[in-house]
Structure formats: C-alpha cells, structure tokens
C-alpha cells in the first residue's frame, strides 16, 4: 500500500533557528519518487524537489536540504537558519509504479503536511 | 517557466448558479489535473486529463463537470454545488517523457457556495 505519513503536524520555531520536517513513505515498488511541496499562505503549491529512488544522494538548494534514506524508507527536510517567509505547509508526497497512470501523468500520494510557523 | 494560472481567485455562488473555474499553462504539458482541498487537509485528486482525454475520474459528483478544450487549456464546470463543496480548487499541469513527470500548480480558486 502507499502511504505518506508526516508526524509533525505543526512546528513553532523562532527565527534562524534549523528545523526537519519528517516524512515517511511506504510503498511496495523499487521504482517511486518523492516530492515536496509548500503552500503559503496564498494556497498555491510550490514544488520545491523531486527524488528518484534510485538517487539516494542528498541535496542542497541554498538553506534548504533532503535527505533521503532507503533504509529507513524517510525523505526528511531541512531549513537552515529559517525566515519569516519559510512559514507555510509543507507537503511531502509518493509517487510509484501504481501511481504512474499515463506517460506524463501520475497520481501524487500526500501526506497530512506539516504547518511550519517561524516566528520573528 | 513553470506558470499555471487559474482565474477567478475568488468566487462565490449561489446553489442554484453555474460557474466556471479556468486554468491555463503554456510549459507544453500533456496532463492536467484538478484538485479540491479543503482547510487543513491535502489536496485531493479529482481528475485526471491525459492529451486532452479525461483518463481518471475519481468518483466525483456530477455536478462538477470537467473540459480540456484544447492542451493548454482546463476548465471546471459548476453547476448545483452544495455548501460543503466550499473549498480551494488546484489545477496542476505535468510532462516528462518515459517516466512520471513533476506535477506543477496553479494558485487555486477559493469557492465559497452558499
């Protein structure tokens, strides 16, 4: 079965602070991909990373970093040194085998987001 | 560039009305999707359209009725909605060849029936 589970359904940090967003996935395929999002408050989603599972490499855009562990099944992400403007809903999301409906299409499994307040 | 857009942002209706929401990208895509998200939860998937085919229809109640004009083009037709169909309304668009593409949204209309 698919499953995205985000444990943290809302964090309060102050301002510079670091912060992991968790996120844990189930799925019976080898081939998936996961992906965060973040809804400002405006409501649009921006996509902010896609991970193939056959890269396990982490990454790093600029404050924001992911690190994605097979072995624990999580793709868990991280704010360094958080702003005002990093506060929003942050989504994580599985898609896989099951979920690739037509070349180019696919159905996005979401986790319950976590509501990340960063407080000045 | 990686713009969807949405128009209205904003709409209120009535139970007896009918309305239109309208989506637009211009990035070439060959899916698109609509969503419904209510406060506080994910967005929910409600179709599914593939080269302008509608390819996934997940139970949605028929007074929601969806078009895909033309590629770059979605629409949303609205017609006898209830009070509980009050919620933020996502297009999405998607395209990569040979694997399953990154889905991009637009900025939603919020839908208010009353």
């Known amino acids: 079965a698919q499953k995205v589970t985000q444990a943290q359904t809302e964090i309060s940090v102050v301002e510079k602070e670091d912060v992991t967003l968790d996120c844990v996935y189930e799925?019976?395929?080898?081939?998936?991909?996961l992906f965060w999002y973040k809804q400002p408050p405006s409501g649009e989603l921006v996509f902010l990373i896609r991970r193939n599972s056959f890269d396990e490499q982490n990454e790093i855009s600029g404050r924001y970093s992911w690190n994605f562990q097979k072995s624990t099944s999580s793709f868990n992400f991280t704010i360094t040194a958080s702003q005002v403007v990093d506060s929003a809903v942050y989504f994580c999301?599985?898609?896989?085998?099951?979920?690739?409906?037509?070349?180019?299409?696919?159905?996005?499994?979401f986790g319950q987001g976590t509501r990340l307040t960063i407080n000045p | 560039d990686t713009e969807v857009t949405q128009t209205p942002k904003h709409l209120v209706m009535g139970m007896t009305n009918k309305k239109s929401l309208k989506c637009e990208q211009h990035?070439?895509?060959?899916?698109m999707y609509w969503y419904k998200q209510k406060a506080k939860k994910p967005p929910e998937l409600m179709f599914v359209?593939?080269?302008?085919?509608?390819?996934i229809n997940e139970s949605v109640p028929s007074r929601f009725s969806p078009e895909c004009p033309n590629s770059s083009l979605l629409n949303l037709h609205l017609h006898a909605l209830q009070p509980e169909d009050s919620a933020l309304y996502l297009c999405a668009s998607s395209q990569e060849k040979g694997s399953p593409g990154t889905q991009y949204f637009g900025p939603g209309t919020r839908l208010t029936v009353l």
């Open positions: 990035m070439g895509h060959r899916a």
């Open positions: 799925t019976r395929d080898t081939t998936y991909y």
């Open positions: 999301a599985l898609s896989d085998e099951k979920g690739a409906l037509i070349q180019g299409a696919q159905k996005l499994v």
């Open positions: 359209y593939s080269y302008e085919k509608l390819s």
